[in-house]
Nanobody
Framework: QVQLVESGGGLVQAGGSLRLSCAAS????????MGWFRQAPGKGREFVAR????????RYADSIKGRFTISRDSAKNTVALQMSSLKPEDTAVYYC?????????????????WGQGTQVTVSS
């Protein structure tokens, strides 16, 4: 089992940057595929990015490709989401997720463990 705690959200102007961080508990961080999802008001939770156990493979949603970067630090048991060129439509609660399954896709049901979320608001 792993517990996830996000931080780094806040209010930023369009075009600005934010860095989200997710701290994972436990000693088996390297066993988990890590992901970021987001949920805007009145919408479903959507995939943003995920990173493999080794950190060598990443996958991004088309809507944020080229603007966001996911990374992980196994020494610190953290996964980060660097967000740049932010747009008002990026406003959402951002969730960190983890799963230790053999194959982990990009859907919410692929991830067993979730953080509580952190709010990101981008003003125009």
């Amino acid at each position: 089992q792993v517990q996830l705690v996000e931080s780094g959200g806040g209010l930023v102007q369009a075009g600005g940057s934010l860095r989200l961080s997710c701290a994972a508990s436990g000693r088996t961080f390297s066993s988990y595929v890590m992901g970021w999802f987001r949920q805007a008001p009145g919408k479903g939770r959507e995939f943003v990015a995920r990173i493999s156990r080794s950190g060598g493979n990443t996958r991004y949603a088309d809507s944020i490709k080229g603007r966001f970067t996911i990374s992980r630090d196994s020494a610190k048991n953290t996964v980060a989401l660097q967000m740049s060129s932010l747009k008002p439509e990026d406003t959402a609660v951002y969730y960190c997720a983890a799963d230790a399954g053999l194959y982990v896709g990009a859907e919410t049901y692929d991830f067993r463990y979730w953080g509580q979320g952190t709010q990101v608001t981008v003003s125009s």
